[in-house]
């Protein structure tokens, strides 16, 4: 137990180590990662680094997903619907389908069955990768709008392949009405788990008297809930956690308090970044175990697989982009859209966005050893596995350090943008000082006549249309705190009216919302001091 907490402590210093190397470079870390934890891996006498998948999918993935759904925008989430849901259904399917066929074609025994195993593990992109690579680079907002949304559901859908592959590969059967059935039940019950428990977490949160402790607490606890309760009835999990975090993140403002927003958020900030770095470095750490599993199947056989399914997996998610791109103008003719001529330069980037990560790793190595009568090795699973990794290490590091290159090459300016960030923050500060000073002139202006410290706060308002960062007096009277507090809440109201409108970005007004957590919580400390 000593030897794996020591193995963890130094896997972590390892992997802060690392993320600096990446941000000196200006490389998105999940790539250094990959490849720091294969070269780490490659020196003689470290002991070899087995990943439980189970480790992976109820440890690492809840929350990873949940934190992601957290943060996501609901707004750009559903004007970009359409999309998102055929690059995370229709897509993965399409390409599970073309792995298949590829697959059964060119490996020697090699089924239909099996190549759909394959193409459900490797279908999904990966949304930690993508957007490290994006946050170094400018890109349009729709860009990654729809790079996060799809990485939101097409972790399930590919899953939802693999399950009924798994099955079919076990039995030697695969009705497709069936299937078909089981897959809308799958989808439709995550998602209504994921709300239905979302609700009871709402209920707890805003009628019993909760602390901040246990209002961070609960948010930890929420995500393994959602997915554990999921499974257990075998629907998916993903969807439960997603639709789960989505539900309360934009009811977040109604049950957690500005010290649970603010302390929950550098919790979770802290929790997704050893998360995410622990799950890449094991990626790289895990191939000495994948080679020498490999049995009859030569090395140089399994690189050439590996290499020809990630040309095909790349090569198939740019033709389904560039297909997506003309069906939009094509169905923009009887339909409306978000966008009813969006070209080819926003399909090439968001097909060549589609890097693998941890869900098609974890999927890999859950597949059992030995099919059901526990006699008989389950076929191909360690060429699946290499060519897994393979896919994953080629896509990354491909397509993870070209793809900066490639939006500065393509130069696709962003249709979205009405307001620049700083004509959108100057908006919102404007808004905020004029609405905050009609707010006192109307319901304080009793108070305003004779309090010489909230005639000094208007002023500031007047002036510098933003909110306080610092007191200019030390707040000593009463009706300051309380005045103050009504100010900070009404300024809410009014950030979270914004974000409904699509000429917001949500980072920013989240940026605002924060800061008036950070000034609430000064003032607070103030007077309790």
């Known amino acids: 137990m000593l030897e794996q907490v020591i193995q963890y402590l130094s896997l972590i210093l390892v992997i802060i180590t690392l993320v600096m190397l990446a941000q000196k470079l200006k490389i998105a870390y999940p790539i250094i990662l990959v490849i720091g934890?294969?070269?780490?891996?490659?020196?003689?006498?470290?002991?070899?680094?087995?990943?439980?998948?189970?480790?992976?999918?109820?440890?690492?993935?809840?929350?990873?997903?949940?934190?992601?759904?957290?943060y996501t925008s609901w707004k750009?989430?559903?004007?970009?619907?359409?999309?998102?849901?055929?690059?995370?259904?229709?897509?993965?399917?399409?390409?599970?389908?073309?792995?298949a066929l590829?697959?059964?074609?060119?490996?020697?025994?090699?089924?239909?069955?099996?190549?759909?195993?394959?193409?459900?593990?490797?279908?999904?992109?990966?949304?930690v990768s993508a957007t490290a690579v994006l946050k170094n680079v400018k890109v349009p907002k729709r860009l990654s709008s729809i790079l996060e949304g799809e990485s939101l559901l097409n972790d399930a859908s590919s899953l939802i392949v693999f399950r009924f592959a798994l099955v079919a590969v076990d039995t030697g059967r695969f009705v497709f009405h069936e299937a078909a059935l089981s897959f809308v039940v799958v989808?439709?019950?995550?998602?209504?788990?994921?709300?239905?428990?979302?609700?009871?977490?709402?209920?707890?949160?805003?009628?019993?008297?909760?602390?901040?402790?246990?209002?961070?607490?609960?948010?930890?606890?929420?995500?393994?809930?959602?997915?554990i309760v999921a499974e257990a009835f075998h629907f998916s999990g993903v969807l439960s956690v997603v639709s789960g975090g989505l539900f309360l993140s934009a009811r977040s403002h109604l049950f957690l308090n500005h010290r649970s927003r603010y302390q929950g958020s550098n919790v979770w900030s802290t929790l997704g970044?050893?998360?995410?770095?622990?799950?890449?470095?094991?990626?790289?750490?895990?191939?000495?175990?994948?080679?020498?599993?490999?049995?009859?199947?030569?090395?140089?056989?399994?690189?050439?697989?590996?290499?020809?399914?990630?040309?095909?997996?790349?090569?198939?998610?740019?033709?389904s982009t560039f297909g997506a791109s003309y069906f939009t103008v094509f169905i923009s003719r009887y339909i409306t859209t978000a966008d009813n001529r969006p070209g080819l330069k926003g399909p090439f980037l968001l097909g060549w966005a589609g890097m693998?990560?941890?869900?098609?790793?974890?999927?890999?190595?859950?597949?059992?050893?030995?099919?059901?009568?526990?006699?008989?090795?389950?076929?191909q699973r360690n060429l699946i596995l290499f060519i897994t990794f393979t896919v994953i290490l080629v896509t990354l590091v491909v397509q993870g350090l070209t793809l900066p290159l490639m939006i500065r090459w393509?130069?696709?300016?962003?249709?979205?943008?009405?307001?620049?960030?700083?004509?959108?923050?100057?908006?919102?500060?404007?808004?905020?000082?004029?609405?905050?000073?009609?707010?006192?002139?109307?319901?304080?202006?009793?108070?305003?006549?004779?309090?010489?410290?909230?005639?000094?706060?208007?002023?500031?308002?007047?002036?510098?249309?933003?909110?306080?960062?610092?007191h200019l007096i030390?707040?000593?009277?009463?009706?300051?705190?309380?005045v103050y507090l009504q100010v900070l809440e009404q300024q809410r109201t009014l950030l979270h009216e914004l974000d409904k409108s699509p000429e917001t970005d949500d980072e920013i007004i989240r940026r605002h919302q924060s800061l008036l957590d950070l000034e609430e919580e000064k003032l607070r400390l103030k007077f309790e001091s």
């Open 474 to 482: 030390e707040p000593e009277h009463e009706d300051y705190r309380r």
């Open 273 to 319: 970044f050893v998360l995410n770095g622990l799950v890449f470095m094991l990626i790289g750490l895990e191939l000495p175990v994948i080679v020498n599993q490999l049995g009859p199947v030569s090395l140089g056989e399994a690189i050439k697989y590996g290499l020809l399914i990630s040309l095909v997996l790349i090569v198939t998610r740019l033709l």
């Open 356 to 379: 693998r990560g941890v869900v098609s790793l974890a999927a890999a190595l859950s597949i059992p050893i030995l099919l059901t009568d526990k006699v008989t090795p389950f076929p």
């Open 187 to 227: 989808i439709v019950m995550g998602i209504l788990t994921g709300v239905l428990i979302g609700l009871i977490y709402y209920a707890v949160h805003k009628w019993l008297p909760t602390t901040t402790n246990m209002d961070i607490v609960l948010s930890l606890t929420a995500p393994y809930v959602m997915y």
């Open 102 to 127: 590829v697959s059964s074609s060119i490996i020697p025994g090699f089924t239909m069955a099996l190549g759909f195993l394959l193409g459900g593990i490797v279908s999904p992109p990966d949304a």
């Open 37 to 70: 934890g294969l070269l780490i891996s490659l020196i003689p006498g470290l002991p070899a680094v087995t990943i439980n998948p189970e480790l992976i999918f109820v440890i690492f993935l809840p929350p990873l997903l949940y934190e992601a759904a957290w």
């Open 410 to 470: 393509v130069k696709m300016p962003d249709p979205d943008i009405t307001l620049t960030p700083e004509e959108q923050e100057l908006m919102i500060r404007k808004k905020l000082a004029a609405h905050t000073v009609k707010f006192l002139d109307e319901q304080h202006a009793e108070i305003l006549k004779t309090n010489t410290i909230l005639q000094q706060l208007k002023a500031r308002y007047e002036n510098t249309h933003t909110h306080s960062t610092e």
């Open 76 to 99: 750009d989430f559903w004007k970009w619907r359409r999309v998102i849901t055929s690059f995370a259904f229709l897509i993965v399917v399409l390409t599970s389908f073309v792995v």
